[in-house]
C-alpha cells in the first residue's frame, strides 16, 4: 500500500528530501508540507494556499503539493488520512524533535527522520562547511577555503536553499550584486550569498539540487558547499569541515543535525576563541572527542574589523546583527554589539520598544534577545518594518554586522557603520595546511 506522507519542513531541506527521496517513490504519496512559522518570521509568503509546484513536484504531482502551516499538524494527518511525518529541518534541540515526535505519533502517524540517504554524488570533488549550531561563523570559513581552492582551481560555492519566495527556479546562479538584486532576493539570502560575491565566487543555489549540482559540475573542479543553519551537506562530501561555537558550548551535542555533523566531521573548527572562556572551549574540545575521536580540531578566532571604528566612541548606536545567529540560532548578540562595546560606544540602545509590526512579533518569538536588532527581511514589507524599527530608535549611528552591506538595502537618515570578521587559525592545522593535506583527495 502507498503509504502516505507529510513532510515537516522550513522552506529548504524538506523540498531536497521530497526530491531526492519521495518524489518518484511509487510507494510514497507526499500529501503536504507543513512550514515552522517560528523560524522565519515574516517569511515573503504566508499565504494558506502556498503550493509547492507542479514544474518542480514532477509527473506524479500534477497539482503541486499544497503547504500548510506547522500549528496544523494534527489537523493535516487526520483529515488526509496520514501514515507518516517526516521532519526535514534544522537547528532544533534534541527535546524538540522528539516533541514533533510526540505530535504526529499522537494524531496517529509514525514519525521519521532522513538521514545521509538524501546526499547526492557529485562527480567533482566537493567540500563542505558545515556547524553544529546556526551562526559559528560559516560564512568567513566557507569565504576563506573557496579563496584557497580558487588559488589551484575552478571552484563554485553551492549554498544551502532559502526558497521563500516564489518556487520558480529550480537553479540560480549569481556573480554580481546586480544578480541579486534582479532576483528580488531576501535580506536572508543576501547574507549568504553577497559575501562570496564580493570575494570573486559565483554563488549557485536554487529548489532542485540534481540541476544545481549538474550546472556546478559544468562550471568547476571543485564544489565548495557552503551550508545552512546546522543541515547536513546535501552533497556526499570528500572533505567535510564542522564549525563548534564555544560561547554555546554544550551546544554541540543537544541540537539537530548539528550532533551528526559533528559525528560525521573530518575536522571540527573551534572558532570565536578569542571572546571564549578556556573552560567553554574544553567543554566543546572534550564533546567532540568524544562523540568523533577521529576528527582533527581546528582552533580559530573570529576576528571583527571596523574600517573607520573611531566613529562608533561615545555614540548611541543601534546594533543590527545578522538574523538567523541571533533568532533560532539563540545567540543574544553578535558581531555588531562586540564591535560597539570594543570601540567604546557610549550606549548600546535597545531597539525592542521601538520594534514596528512583525519585527515586534521577532521580539516576542525570541524573548533571549540582548539590545540588538536582527536584520530580518523576509519580504518589501517587513524591510520597510525594519527601517521603521531604526528610525523610530532615534540613534546617531547603526553598526551592522550581519554580511550585507545593509546600507544598500535599507533607506534610513542615520549613517551605517559596517562590521566585517574573518576566521583566523590558531596554530596548525590550518585551513590552507587540511588543504594541502588533502590535494590528492581533492585532485589538486
Given at each position: 500500500m502507498v503509504r502516505r506522507t507529510v513532510i515537516m519542513g522550513a522552506a529548504g531541506r524538506d523540498f531536497h528530501d521530497f526530491n531526492v527521496c519521495f518524489r518518484e517513490d511509487p510507494d510514497?504519496?507526499?500529501?503536504?508540507?507543513?512550514?515552522?512559522?517560528?523560524?522565519?518570521?515574516?517569511?515573503?509568503?504566508?499565504?494558506?494556499?502556498?503550493?509547492?509546484?507542479?514544474?518542480?513536484?514532477?509527473?506524479?504531482y500534477p497539482e503541486g503539493i499544497p503547504i500548510?502551516?506547522?500549528?496544523?499538524?494534527?489537523?493535516?494527518?487526520?483529515?488526509?488520512?496520514?501514515?507518516?511525518?517526516?521532519?526535514?529541518?534544522?537547528?532544533?534541540?534534541h527535546e524538540t524533535v522528539m516533541q514533533q515526535a510526540s505530535r504526529a505519533l499522537a494524531a496517529g502517524a509514525d514519525f521519521r527522520l532522513i538521514g545521509t540517504d538524501m546526499m547526492l554524488n557529485a562527480s567533482v570533488p566537493v567540500v563542505a562547511v558545515d556547524a553544529v549550531r546556526t551562526g559559528c561563523g560559516k560564512s568567513g570559513v566557507s569565504r576563506r577555503l573557496a579563496d584557497i581552492l580558487n588559488d589551484e582551481t575552478d571552484v563554485v560555492v553551492v549554498r544551502e536553499p532559502m526558497p521563500y519566495g516564489e518556487l520558480s527556479s529550480a537553479v540560480n546562479r549569481f556573480e554580481t550584486k546586480a544578480d541579486l538584486d534582479n532576483a528580488g532576493v531576501t535580506i536572508e539570502e543576501r547574507e549568504e550569498y553577497e559575501?562570496?560575491?564580493?570575494?570573486?565566487?559565483?554563488?549557485?543555489?536554487?529548489?532542485?539540487?540534481?540541476?544545481?549540482?549538474?550546472?556546478?559540475e559544468a562550471e568547476a573542479d571543485i564544489i565548495m558547499w557552503d551550508g545552512g543553519n546546522n543541515e547536513l551537506p546535501f552533497f556526499d562530501p570528500d572533505l567535510h569541515i564542522v564549525l563548534a561555537d564555544p560561547l554555546r558550548a554544550g551546544h554541540e551535542i543537544r541540537y539537530h543535525p548539528g550532533?551528526?555533523?559533528?559525528?560525521?566531521?573530518?575536522?571540527?573548527?573551534?572558532?570565536?576563541?578569542?571572546?571564549?572562556?578556556?573552560?567553554?572551549?574544553?567543554?566543546?574540545?572534550?564533546?567532540?572527542?568524544?562523540?568523533?575521536?577521529?576528527?582533527?580540531?581546528?582552533?580559530?578566532?573570529?576576528?571583527?574589523?571596523?574600517?573607520?571604528?573611531?566613529?562608533?566612541?561615545?555614540?548611541?548606536?543601534?546594533?543590527?546583527?545578522?538574523?538567523?545567529?541571533?533568532?533560532?540560532?539563540?545567540?543574544?548578540?553578535?558581531?555588531?554589539?562586540?564591535?560597539?562595546?570594543?570601540?567604546?560606544?557610549?550606549?548600546?540602545?535597545?531597539?525592542?520598544?521601538?520594534?514596528?509590526?512583525?519585527?515586534?512579533?521577532?521580539?516576542?518569538s525570541y524573548p533571549h534577545l540582548g539590545p540588538v536588532l536582527p536584520a530580518m527581511g523576509y519580504s518589501p514589507e517587513q524591510i520597510g518594518e525594519l527601517e521603521a524599527t531604526i528610525a523610530a530608535a532615534d540613534v546617531d549611528l547603526v553598526v551592522a554586522g550581519t554580511p550585507i552591506d545593509l546600507e544598500r538595502i535599507v533607506d534610513v537618515d542615520v549613517p551605517?557603520?559596517?562590521?566585517?570578521?574573518?576566521?583566523?587559525?590558531?596554530?596548525?592545522p590550518t585551513l590552507e595546511s587540511i588543504v594541502e593535506a588533502n590535494a590528492d583527495l581533492l585532485g589538486l
Open positions: 510514497r504519496e507526499v500529501v503536504g508540507f507543513t512550514r515552522a512559522e517560528t523560524q522565519n518570521v515574516g517569511e515573503l509568503d504566508e499565504s494558506p494556499d502556498r503550493v509547492y509546484p507542479s514544474h518542480l513536484a514532477g509527473v506524479n500548510h502551516r506547522e500549528s496544523d499538524l494534527e489537523s493535516v494527518v487526520r483529515e488526509k488520512d496520514v501514515d507518516e511525518v517526516v521532519l526535514s529541518y534544522s537547528d532544533l534541540s559575501h562570496h560575491i564580493e570575494a570573486g565566487h559565483v554563488v549557485l543555489s536554487g529548489v532542485d539540487y540534481q540541476a544545481v549540482l549538474d550546472r556546478a550532533e551528526t555533523n559533528l559525528r560525521l566531521a573530518d575536522y571540527v573548527l573551534i572558532n570565536k576563541e578569542n571572546s571564549a572562556s578556556e573552560s567553554e572551549i574544553q567543554t566543546v574540545e572534550e564533546n567532540v572527542r568524544d562523540r568523533n575521536p577521529e576528527a582533527g580540531i581546528i582552533h580559530a578566532e573570529s576576528v571583527i574589523r571596523v574600517s573607520n571604528p573611531d566613529e562608533i566612541r561615545d555614540q548611541r548606536v543601534l546594533a543590527v546583527e545578522d538574523g538567523p545567529t541571533v533568532t533560532h540560532g539563540e545567540a543574544s548578540e553578535g558581531a555588531a554589539s562586540i564591535a560597539a562595546r570594543q570601540h567604546d560606544a557610549g550606549e548600546i540602545v535597545d531597539p525592542s520598544p521601538f520594534a514596528v509590526g512583525s519585527i515586534g512579533a521577532v521580539f516576542d551605517i557603520l559596517r562590521v566585517q570578521y574573518e576566521v583566523s587559525e590558531l596554530g596548525e
